[in-house]
């Protein structure tokens, strides 16, 4: 079983920058796959970024590429997702999931993804 954990979260300005972190725990992750998605109410799941955890291979989703940047420490089992130069459109609801089997080219649908974290709050006011 493995666990995600969300935190960084907050509330900024437009323009400013926050760094989302994902932690997990319980099985290894050093094979698995760990992306970043966001909700806003009565909106589907959207894929922001995922990321292989013993590759590093990455794959980021247009509208945000170039803004955010997600990477990790395999060795503490974290994933990060920089995030900056924030819009009030990026408010949502982040969630980091995780995959275990690993696929190319790196998924983007959430039922792809078998664990989720509880999510971590991101409010841009302009």
């Known amino acids: 079983q493995v666990q995600l954990v969300e935190s960084g979260g907050g509330l900024v300005q437009a323009g400013d920058s926050l760094r989302l972190s994902c932690a997990a725990s319980g099985d290894p992750v050093s094979t698995y796959t760990v992306g970043w998605f966001r909700q806003t109410p009565g909106k589907e799941r959207e894929f922001v970024a995922a990321i292989t955890i013993a590759g590093g291979r990455t794959n980021t989703a247009h509208a945000v590429k170039g803004r955010f940047t997600i990477s990790r420490d395999s060795t503490k089992d974290i994933v990060y997702l920089q995030v900056n130069s924030l819009k009030p459109e990026d408010t949502a609801a982040y969630y980091c999931?995780?995959?275990?089997?690993?696929?190319?080219?790196?998924?983007?649908?959430?039922?792809?993804?078998?664990?989720w974290g509880q999510g971590t709050q991101v409010t841009v006011s302009s």
């Open positions: 999931a995780l995959r275990r089997r690993l696929i190319d080219p790196i998924p983007m649908m959430p039922n792809e993804y078998e664990y």
